[in-house]
């Protein structure tokens, strides 16, 4: 990734946390009443960091881990369905 002239890459990891910290707060936020949509929430407010963490870790390549992590939580899906949905997600 190219650096915007002018930016200190100090300073990158930390305003990539302050995103990841304004998308998880607003994950928290007037979420709909449906089911799928609170688990998600859920999930995001206790498991929501890991899943920037190779975003916001310089050398830190992204990984399967976290999703195979989150099947393991869910128990993954159960039908066709629910296949579609958290591809959509």
Known sequence: MQQP???DPTCVPALLAQVRDCILAQAQCDV???ADAQRIAKRLSEYGAAYFEFIITPKLEPAIRFV???LH???GTHGENGCRWSERI
């Open 73 to 75: 939580i869910t128990q």
């Open 68 to 70: 195979i992590i989150d």
């Open 32 to 34: 709909p009443p449906s």
């Open 5 to 7: 002239e002018g930016l």
